[in-house]
């Protein structure tokens, strides 16, 4: 063994988490919101759950994705954690989907998928072709992948301490389970450790058994990413995460035991129907206990949801810190559609979730300003794209009240809240501008941000989260001084916007600030001046009750858009 070897397979490695990461996410775009949307629809029972979560995570090619989208759905309460068990357990059954096509060895096929691919890359007519060639590539690239590795380590036979060490692993079970559940932590992903226990075992470097306790640990292993996954959500996210661990623990202890007394080694032998020293039977071997372990593991805890409900609630005690929504709406209730006004009012409660967002979006950006820590600044992304999907679900939801309301006044209603939710849409684009002025174009700036400057982004950060919260005590209350209240401070903000920008470049004009550091602050204070007119068009909106007077509705184009973008 020579550092060729750890050249060959590691990059064979990389090539395969490559290629599945690639083929994960376009799978995902391809049918994500679809597959969201049946999350959200068809998950009443833990049965049904289950289900779910295996068709989801068969089609995405990605447990990770199905548990992401649950923890988002259970975070904003469309999905309760009791439904999320059974899309978890369903979710590990359908990753086991790729080790039995690993299993298959369609290596010798992999340059015909590569080749499709890059055909269908080259002619692509559209976003959906271009999706469907680099799925069809990434699957040649992960048996590619899977070669490099295979070759690589079939030189493992010359290295005795390696030989060894893998022969060791056939008696010494917990070394085994510690092993796949290390790398597995290490490369996160089950698949790709079940792939490199099938190339193991098909160079006869570990025997059957060894092989079993191998992928038992890969799937303890794996509710590491549910952890990473979780970091940024509420304790319910964790909640889920802790849900997954258990399962996956629990099953690894169990089928550890059933194997150690030899029964479940026969029930595998037995589903693979051959010689398991013949090198494709083996590899059957491999990814038949990876299915078995956690279709059984299904069926066995899955009437025992209940505890692990209660289990994760007792853990991880609620609080009444789980507010933000990830994009999902809290009150757009399908069934009062029909009531018009009540609708209405569940819409504008929806509005007011997409402008909490965009307070938490600023508060992220001028902390992440503040600390330098680009993770936070991260966040602000998330929270954009949470903004933009509850504009269509509101945008959608709003259609549908027009479509089934039989009363003249929700029809004059729905025009101009139509166009509050693209203002509340564009505050959302203005305060990730304010992310970017701030965390990139200052603080990546060459030279020292002028102090002065500092002092006038602060002071404007404060007027706008003031401006921000009376608009939402005036999206709960509909009380009018609110409304002088928020016309006053916009006016403030525009005043003094016209005084700074003319200050700013006289002292950019006399070298009394260089260029660079002007011009940011400019930027920062011209986005802030939107963000108030933004807000006050929200509340001049609600004054109306959300029916513009005739000349101004002559003036507006209503008509919703895709995109949000602002009507001329």
Not at 115 to 120: M, R, S, T, Y
Not at 123 to 133: H, I, N, P, V
Not at 469 to 484: F, R, V, W
Not at 509 to 532: F, K, M, P, R, V
Request: glycine share 6%.
């Amino acid at each position: 063994m020579n550092f060729m070897f750890f050249i060959d397979f590691f990059g064979g490695l990389a090539m395969f988490l490559f290629a599945m990461k690639l083929m994960s996410d376009n799978l995902n775009a391809v049918a994500g919101a679809e597959m969201k949307r049946i999350l959200k629809k068809l998950t009443n029972t833990p049965f049904k759950g289950v289900l779910v979560g295996f068709v989801v995570t068969a089609i995405t090619q990605s447990s990770t994705a199905t548990s992401v989208m649950t923890i988002g759905l259970v975070n904003s309460h469309i999905m309760n954690l009791m439904q999320s068990i059974g899309v978890i357990m369903g979710a590990n059954v359908g990753t086991t989907l790729t080790g039995q096509l690993i299993a298959f060895k369609l290596t010798d096929y992999a340059p015909i998928f590569i080749i499709i691919g890059i055909i269908l890359l080259f002619f692509k007519r559209s976003k959906a072709m271009e999706r469907w060639s680099m799925i069809t590539l990434s699957f040649g690239l992960l048996f590619i992948g899977l070669l490099f590795m295979s070759d690589s380590v079939s030189e493992l036979r010359q290295s005795t301490v390696v030989f060894n060490f893998m022969a060791s692993l056939n008696d010494r079970h917990l070394v085994a389970l510690l092993t796949g559940a290390i790398f597995t932590m290490i490369i996160q992903s089950s698949t790709a450790t079940t792939a490199i226990v099938i190339v193991l075992a098909m160079e006869g470097l570990i025997g059957p058994q060894a092989a079993m306790y191998l992928v038992f640990g890969s799937n303890a292993g794996t509710t590491s990413t549910a952890w990473l996954a979780s970091i940024s959500v509420n304790r319910t996210g964790k909640r889920v995460a802790l849900i997954h661990t258990m399962f996956n623990l629990f099953g690894a202890f169990v089928f550890s035991v059933l194997t150690f007394f030899g029964v479940f080694e026969p029930l595998i032998n037995f589903v693979t129907s051959g010689n398991i020293h013949n090198t494709g039977n083996i590899a059957r071997f491999v990814a038949n206990t990876h299915t078995f372990f956690n279709l059984l593991g299904c069926l066995m805890f899955i009437p025992f949801a209940g505890l692990f409900n209660k289990v994760a609630l007792f853990v991880i005690k609620e609080n009444n810190d789980e507010t933000i929504s990830t994009g999902e709406p809290k009150h757009l209730h399908p069934e009062i559609i029909n009531t018009g006004f009540l609708a209405i009012e569940q819409s504008v409660k929806e509005m007011g979730e997409m402008l909490i967002l965009v307070k938490y979006s600023l508060e992220t950006s001028m902390d992440a300003f503040l600390t330098k820590n680009y993770r936070k600044q991260e966040k602000v992304v998330k929270i954009e794209n949470a903004i933009d999907q509850l504009q269509k679900e509101i945008t959608q939801y709003l259609v549908s009240v027009n479509e089934n309301s039989r009363s003249d006044l929700v029809g004059q209603q729905i025009p101009a809240l139509l166009h509050t939710v693209n203002d509340m849409e564009k505050l959302g684009d203005y305060a990730e501008q304010i992310n970017q002025i701030l965390n990139n174009q200052i603080l990546g700036q060459k030279t020292t941000f002028y102090h002065e400057f500092i002092l006038i982004i602060n002071s404007y950060h404060a007027k706008i989260l003031n401006m921000i919260e009376l608009t939402l005590e005036y999206l709960s209350t509909n009380e009018l001084s609110i409304t002088y209240r928020i016309v006053e401070l916009e006016g403030r903000i525009n005043q003094q916007h016209i005084e700074l920008r003319k200050k700013i470049i006289s002292m950019i004009q006399n070298a009394q600030c260089d260029a660079e550091s002007g011009l940011n602050a400019i930027d920062y204070i011209d986005t802030i001046e939107l963000l108030g007119d933004k807000l006050k068009n929200v509340v001049k909106a609600g004054s109306y009750n959300f029916i513009y007077p005739h000349r101004d509705r002559q003036r507006f184009d209503f008509s919703s858009n895709e995109n949000g973008s602002e009507e001329k």
